[in-house]
């Protein structure tokens, strides 16, 4: 099992480009989040996902969407990038209230 | 404890000795609480969880604590090993569906030879 993996581990923008993170899960769970993590800042939850073809908002939704087209895939798109995304962006995912986590993407927006 | 800036608090320990780490949560009604550790450069960990109906658990080197009448939680590491050294956090769930698990900011645990 790989549990939870995140495509790409870095990625540097311009102001304005677009990307979108992929986001797989090995595990089988129904629910899927994204958070972005700042420096002395908790996990804020970006949206989430709790079934497939199902997404919701969560703190900090705008300048974010999101796609959940299959069970094991959580998508996190940028569609114009601004230096206050510059984060360390996580994926995770839970079938009950414990939530496993990605590695990370870590984007820097110029 | 937790922090509020942007300079998380920090518990620096000997090798070998206990390390308890502390965190104030906010909601009376939450019912369940996870710590997690987080290791320079990686994802969050889970590490222990516990349900309100209990004032104790324990795990392999560590023992998560509740006392629910001052809302606070506690993470005790026996014999800290050099590949303790993490930021470890609290989340609590507190209802409302998938979205309400809510995390601390943590603590940064620094382990001196």
């Known amino acids: 099992n790989a549990g939870v993996t995140q495509t790409p581990k870095f990625r540097v923008l311009k102001t304005g480009q677009s990307m979108t993170l992929l986001c797989a899960q090995d595990?089988?769970?129904?629910?899927m989040y994204w958070y972005r993590q700042d420096p002395g800042m908790g996990l804020r939850l970006i949206h989430y996902?709790?079934?497939?073809?199902?997404?919701a908002k969560g703190e900090v939704p705008d300048g974010y969407n999101v796609s959940r087209l299959k069970k094991q895939n959580f998508l996190l798109g940028l569609e114009s990038a601004a230096p206050s995304q510059t984060s360390v962006y996580f994926c995770?995912?839970?079938?009950?209230?414990?939530?496993?986590f990605g590695p990370g993407t870590r984007l820097t927006v110029t | 404890g937790e922090s509020v800036g942007l300079h998380l608090p920090t518990l620096s320990v000997q090798e070998g000795d206990n390390s308890i780490i502390n965190c104030a949560y906010s909601?009376?009604?939450?019912?369940?609480f996870i710590w997690y550790k987080q290791e320079s450069g990686k994802g969050p960990q889970f590490i222990i969880d516990?349900?309100?109906?209990?004032d104790k658990r324990q795990g392999q080197r560590v023992t998560v604590l509740l006392n629910k009448t001052v809302k606070h939680l506690s993470l005790q590491i026996a014999a800290t090993q050099p590949g303790d050294s993490a930021v470890y956090f609290c989340?609590?769930?507190?209802?409302?569906?998938?979205?309400?698990?809510?995390f601390g900011k943590g603590t940064h645990l620094i382990i001196q030879p």
């Open positions: 995770a995912s839970s079938w009950g209230y414990a939530q496993y």
């Open positions: 595990m089988n769970h129904e629910y």
């Open positions: 996902s709790v079934g497939e073809g199902t997404t």
């Open positions: 909601n009376s009604a939450s019912d369940y």
């Open positions: 516990i349900r309100s109906n209990m």
């Open positions: 989340a609590e769930y507190s209802g409302g569906g998938a979205d309400g698990l809510t």
